[in-house]
C-alpha cells in the first residue's frame, strides 16, 4: 500500500506564501509522475501541476508564473512552492501519484488565503 503524507498547509494572507510537501511511502514504491490536484468546496477537484522524469513541470493556467512544483527522488518527495497566493487558491491541497489504471492520493491538506 502506497501512502501520500502532505504537509504545509495553513492559513495566510493575500499575496503571501505556502510551500507543500508530500512525501512517498510504501513498499517498493516508485513514481514517474507526482503532482498536485485541489478541491475547492462545492467544486470539482481540478489539476495544480505535475512534475516528471526529467523534471519536466505542468501548470494549470491558473498558477502558472506563481506556483513551482520540484521533487526530489532521492526522498520520494514532491514539493509545491506557492508564492502571490489570492483567495481563490483556497482549497484542499491533494498530492497525486498516477499508474497505469489508478492514481494515488493523500489525504489533503488545507490552503486558506484571506483577502
Known amino acids: 500500500q502506497v501512502q501520500l503524507v502532505e504537509s504545509g498547509g495553513g492559513l495566510v494572507q493575500a499575496g503571501g506564501s505556502l510551500r507543500l510537501s508530500c512525501a512517498a511511502s510504501?513498499?517498493?514504491?516508485?513514481?514517474?509522475?507526482m503532482g498536485w490536484h485541489r478541491q475547492a468546496p462545492g467544486k470539482a477537484r481540478e489539476f495544480v501541476a505535475s512534475?516528471?522524469?526529467?523534471?519536466?513541470?505542468y501548470y494549470a493556467d491558473s498558477v502558472k508564473g506563481r506556483f513551482t512544483i520540484a521533487r526530489d527522488s532521492a526522498k520520494n518527495t514532491v514539493y509545491l512552492q506557492m508564492n502571490s497566493l489570492k483567495p481563490d487558491d483556497t482549497a484542499v491541497y491533494y498530492c497525486?501519484?498516477?499508474?497505469?489504471?489508478?492514481?494515488?492520493w493523500g489525504q489533503g491538506t488545507q490552503v486558506t488565503v484571506s483577502s
Open positions: 497525486w501519484v498516477p499508474s497505469p489504471g489508478r492514481a494515488y
Open positions: 510504501g513498499s517498493i514504491f516508485s513514481s514517474n509522475v
Open positions: 512534475v516528471r522524469s526529467g523534471d519536466i513541470t
